[in-house]
């Protein structure tokens, strides 16, 4: 199994970036895939969570109305467009991997539990 996160970078508050999660060795359609986020000396925390099944999506409240997740099945490959970046979404964003069905059971999905696969993560800085 493999996850592989690009497109961070560093860029001015009010931009905007594009992350992808290219994934490979599992059935795309059987997993849910999450963003995360982690900033050194604190918690791990869920950004975003797409059921590829199904195309359900959900989103952590700082991420609603800003952030975009979207998943292509044919390129098995999740997307997570951020608009509106603000200096407190400076952090490395990591995605995930884990059954269908994961972001279903109201936010327990936030506590990132169990999650057998990840990437290394794409660094993300936002300067104000």
């Known amino acids: 199994v493999q996850l592989v996160e690009s497109g961070g970078g560093s860029v001015q508050a009010g931009a905007s970036l594009r992350l992808s999660c290219a994934t490979s060795g599992f059935i795309f359609e059987d997993y849910t895939i999450i963003w995360s986020r982690q900033v050194p000396g604190k918690a791990h925390e869920g950004v975003s969570c797409?059921?590829?099944?199904?195309?359900?999506?959900y989103y952590e409240d700082s991420a609603k109305g800003r952030f975009t997740i979207t998943s292509d099945n044919a390129k098995k490959t999740v997307y997570l467009q951020m608009n509106n970046l603000k200096p407190e979404d400076t952090a490395r964003y990591y995605c995930?991997?884990?059954?269908?069905?994961?972001?279903?059971?109201?936010?327990?999905?936030?506590?990132?539990?169990?999650?057998?696969?990840w990437g290394k993560g794409t660094q993300v800085t936002v300067s104000s």
């Open positions: 797409v059921s590829t099944m199904d195309g359900s999506v």
């Open positions: 995930a991997a884990v059954d269908w069905g994961y972001c279903e059971e109201g936010d327990s999905w936030l506590a990132l539990s169990g999650i057998p696969y």
